[in-house]
């Protein structure tokens, strides 16, 4: 197995390992193999953004029938034009 050497470690964060490691009852020593472990799977799993990712969840599962057709939606376009008639005298 390898041996990892961590040098300069800020006090704070030493502080915090040393936390989270008596909160989930291990050794300093264990927890940080543990966050290694995680990240390293975390890493490994990342196989492309998050369209590839949301594709590779959902893909082959469908909906299992099939979606109504849209309505044809009729729109007027609005006017930005005031229509004035300049014929009458308001006068």
Do not use: C, T, Y
Not at 6 to 35: C, F, K
Not at 64 to 73: A, K, M, Q, T, V
């Amino acid at each position: 197995m390898a041996q990892l050497v961590v040098r300069n470690l800020e006090d704070d964060v030493n502080a915090r390992l040393q936390e989270r490691a008596a909160r989930h009852g291990r050794s300093m020593e264990e927890e940080v193999r543990e966050i290694l472990r995680d990240a390293a799977n975390v890493e490994s799993a990342k196989s492309g953004g998050l369209g590839s990712q949301i594709v590779a969840r959902f893909s082959g599962q469908g909906l299992g029938f099939d979606l109504p057709p849209r309505p044809e939606w009729k729109m007027r376009v609005p006017s930005f034009v005031d229509e004035i008639d300049l014929d009458d005298d308001p006068a």
